[in-house]
Structure formats: structure tokens, C-alpha cells
């Protein structure tokens, strides 16, 4: 029950991020074009992608030694003094380079290299909010408070997106965009930090080797979530307009929205593992994984039914010029759906301290999906950068269940459950394709037609999934009237 209220506490701060997102992305491509929303997203892209692997390895590592139990203090004060020497180092790496670039290259020579010697400021402090909100996460994941960790992201994705809209409408343009995501970052890093009161220790060299020790295989991980999120669009920036990347960006966000559920539960299972796993209570480990797995695609399998029949109307939300991203919509989706289950996999790996083995499966995905983006995209354009993402997660899946059978012995898959889903998808995008004709034009009619497929498909999982209807029971019990 609690750990099923904390998921449930943190999937719901996260679709309120969705929304807030969705809105925010709504208003950049509305009123500055797909031109103006690529630009954001390469800039962002920067700030994210290469320069916040340390922030995502040392907080892996914050996470899981804090979650341990012994030495908390020390082993966060560690953490956030290493990640903010490490941020600051980048963000004057990346003030410098931007100044330096337009005497080396012509800016107007593409996307990645204009917006980098453009931006250079606002994404040098992007950088550095980027490393404080994610110090701040691990810390209170670490301690197992994930629901609160959650409430936290909502809130920073409220406040940015009301910094952002109100920034566009007073006519400022994508300096503002960056600038007002950074500083949203930086204000909840601290507010997090002050209400988790954390007692400051001073570290000592213990407790830097066991960070380091655990960071130097999860850098792997951060890099994999970062290529995960990021790599297509470095490299669109090299080969298409930002017109291209903005809607390649509205895309990802829409299918992104379907992936919320699997990442509240990694996060809230994860501390749970690890503190587990330290009495290698593996039965208990496999129960967990089988409790994830059967949660995380529930959104993402009616999803990929959905974007194949009503993708082009989903997209034309933004604008009619969105809907040529229809195709690379339905491919995102099927890429979230391998990667669902993947994160869920080496989610286990990293909680029973196996970052070796993470390591190594997350490798593999960053080659791949490097390799085929830039094979794809040069091959066959910007379908090709979906492609490869959808290709490189499927590998990791495979990878990531063998790593698993190879350490705790083959998991239980929950096929039962995923066939129930499928089927409940199959009706579902069935009754919608036959009321498509019925439904108003526009947005009014798109919104009716996503209201009518939602329902209906949760309406016929709990009817038909005696555990999915279980757990709805045993959470709704647990919720004071």
C-alpha cells in the first residue's frame, strides 16, 4: 500500500508536468513557430545532453549510497559539493566555447553551431540550475522521498511554464526560454534542499572514493538517459532546419507524456531494492520487478494504437504545419514502449549494485543509437533519427533482460497482464476508428476523440484484469473520504 500511494503520489505529480509541458510547448510553437520551439529545444538539448552526464552519475550515485542508510549526511554533502564543482566547470567550458565558435565556424553554417554561439549565456546557466535540481532529486530520492522529489518536479514545471508564457507574451523570445528554465531549476533545487533540512557533514575521502566508485559505471546510465532524450535532436541540428527539429520536439513531447507512470514507479521502487538487496532478498527483488512491468506500459501499449489512428489530429493541435511529424510520432511511441521496460530492467541492475552490468547495456544503446542516427538521418531524414532511438531500445531490452537472468536468475514477465492490455488497446482504437467520422473538426473534436479511446480502455483493463482492478481497489481504499 505505501509504496503503491508513493507512485501513485509521484505519477500524479507527473502528469501534471505533462500537462504544464504540453501547454508550455502549446504556447512556444504557437506563438514563435516550429522554427522558434527547435531552437529552444537544441539549446536545451545542450545544456542537457553531454554537459549534465556528471550531474546524472554522481546523483545515481548520491541516490543509492543515501538509500543505503549509513552515512547520509556525509555522502550527500559529498555528492551536491562534487556535482556543483563539476557544473561550474562546465558552464564556464560552455561560455567560453560558444564565444570562441563563431571565429572558427560560420554560424550560419548550421543549427547546432549557430544556437550554441547564440545562447552561449543562457545555456552556461542552464547548466548550472541543471546540476543543482538534480543534486537536490537524488538527495531526497536517497531518502526515500520520492512522492515529495515528485511534487517538487510538478512545481518547477509549473513555475517555468508560467515564466515562459508570461515571457512570450511580453514578446520576449528564446534567450528568456532558456533563461527562465534555468532559473526555475535553481529555486526549487533550494527550496527542495531546505525542506528536506539535510545536516551538513564534512566529507572525507571515504565517501568521495564511494561515490566516485559507484559514479564511474553509472555516468553510463546518465549518458544513456540523455542519448535517450537528446541524441536525435544533436543530431537533426546538423542536418535539418529548426523548423524540422521543432516538430520532431513537439512529437517526442507528445509521446513522452505516455511514459509518466514508468518512471514513478523505477523511482519509487528503486530505494526499496537497494535496501533490499543488501540482505540479497532477491524473491522479494523479482516481485518488485513483475509489479513494475506490468505498470509502466499501461499507458505507452494504447498509445502507439492511438498515434497510429489519430497522430496527425494529435499533432495538428499546435498547428496544421505540425502534422508532417505524424510518422516519427507513431515510431517515438514504439521506442517509449521498448524503453519502458528496459528502464525497468536496469532500474533492478543499478538497486542490487550491479552498475557494471548497467554499464555495459547502457554502452551499447549509445553506440547504436549514434551510429544509426546519423546512418538514418543522412540515409533517410529526420524519420531516421525515430528509427534509430526505436532500434537502440530494443536492444537495450534484450540486453538489459539477459544482464538480469545472468545475476538473479531468469525474472517473471507478466504476460497475462500485457496481452490484456493489447487487447483492451485493440478494442479500443476499433470503437474510436469508427466514431472518427462522427467527431467535431479541429481541437474540440480531437479532444473528444482521445476523451472516448481513454476511458474505454481503462474502463475494459479493470474489467478484464482481475490485478489491475486489485490494485485500483486496494489504492482507492488507502485514499481518506
Given amino acids: 500500500m505505501r509504496l503503491g500511494k508513493t507512485a501513485l503520489i509521484h505519477f500524479g505529480s507527473n502528469v501534471v508536468v505533462s500537462a504544464t509541458g504540453f ?85 550560419s553554417g548550421n543549427e547546432f553551431v549557430r544556437v550554441l554561439s547564440t545562447y552561449n549565456i ?27 522529489s515528485g511534487i517538487m518536479n510538478a512545481g518547477e514545471r509549473i ?11 511580453a514578446g520576449f523570445g528564446v534567450t528568456a526560454l532558456v533563461v ?11 527550496v527542495g534542499l531546505s525542506i528536506l533540512g539535510i545536516r551538513v557533514s564534512v566529507p572525507d575521502r571515504r565517501h568521495v572514493e564511494s561515490l566516485m566508485a559507484y559514479a564511474r559505471y553509472a555516468w553510463m546510465g546518465a549518458l544513456q538517459s540523455r542519448t535517450f532524450g537528446w541524441m536525435d535532436t544533436i543530431v537533426l541540428s546538423f542536418f535539418v ?18 511514459a509518466a507512470i514508468s518512471s514513478s514507479i523505477q523511482r519509487t521502487l528503486f530505494p526499496e531494492m537497494s535496501d533490499l538487496s543488501t540482505d540479497a532478498d532477491f524473491d522479494r527483488v523479482k516481485h518488485y520487478l513483475d509489479e513494475g512491468l506490468v505498470f509502466s506500459g499501461v499507458f ?24 508532417r511529424g505524424a510518422t516519427v510520432l507513431v515510431v517515438l511511441v514504439l521506442a517509449y514502449g521498448f524503453d519502458v521496460y528496459a528502464s525497468q530492467i536496469l532500474n533492478v541492475i543499478n538497486a542490487i549494485d550491479h552498475p557494471d552490468v548497467a554499464y ?42 539477459r544482464g538480469l ?4 536468475g531468469q525474472p517473471r514477465i507478466p504476460t497475462r497482464e500485457l496481452v490484456l492490455q493489447i487487447a483492451s488497446a485493440t478494442v479500443m482504437v476499433g470503437v474510436v476508428a469508427a466514431i472518427r467520422p462522427l467527431a467535431f473538426s479541429g481541437r474540440v473534436g480531437t479532444i473528444q476523440l482521445v476523451a472516448v479511446g481513454a476511458t474505454l480502455y481503462v474502463l475494459l483493463l479493470i474489467a478484464l484484469s482481475g490485478r489491475v482492478r486489485g490494485k485500483v481497489r486496494t489504492l482507492l481504499s488507502g485514499i481518506p473520504s
Fill in 180 to 190: 527562465g528554465h534555468a532559473a526555475t531549476l535553481v529555486l526549487t533545487a533550494v
Fill in 360 to 401: 555495459r547495456v547502457n554502452g551499447s544503446f549509445i553506440v547504436s543509437n549514434l551510429v544509426l542516427n546519423v546512418v538514418l538521418v543522412g540515409a533517410i531524414g529526420w524519420v531516421g533519427a525515430a528509427l534509430a532511438t526505436a532500434a537502440s531500445s530494443m536492444l537495450r531490452l534484450g540486453l538489459g533482460y
Fill in 23 to 107: 501547454v508550455a510547448t502549446f504556447a512556444i510553437a504557437y506563438l514563435l513557430g516550429p522554427a522558434g520551439l527547435g531552437e529552444y529545444a537544441i539549446a536545451t538539448a545542450l545544456g542537457f545532453f553531454w554537459l549534465a552526464i556528471p550531474a546524472g552519475a554522481i546523483g545515481a550515485a548520491i541516490r543509492k549510497r543515501v538509500s543505503e542508510g549509513s552515512d547520509r549526511a556525509a555522502f550527500a554533502t559529498t555528492g551536491l559539493l562534487l556535482n556543483g564543482l563539476v557544473g561550474l566547470l562546465l558552464a564556464v567550458t560552455v561560455f567560453l566555447v560558444g564565444a570562441a565558435l563563431p571565429t572558427i565556424v560560420d554560424p
Fill in 300 to 323: 505507452v501499449i494504447p498509445g502507439f494504437f492511438g498515434a497510429a489512428l489519430l497522430g496527425d489530429r494529435i499533432l495538428a493541435f499546435y498547428s496544421p504545419e505540425f502534422t
Fill in 241 to 258: 532546419s529548426a523548423t524540422f527539429v521543432g516538430i520532431y520536439e513537439a512529437a517526442w513531447g507528445v509521446a513522452s507524456l505516455l
Fill in 159 to 169: 513555475l517555468r511554464t508560467l515564466a515562459q508564457v508570461a515571457a512570450l507574451v
Fill in 405 to 408: 537472468s545472468t545475476l538473479i
Fill in 122 to 148: 543562457p545555456i552556461a546557466v542552464l547548466v548550472l540550475g541543471s546540476y543543482g535540481y538534480r543534486s537536490m532529486t537524488a538527495v531526497l530520492q536517497g531518502h526515500k522521498r520520492v512522492g515529495t
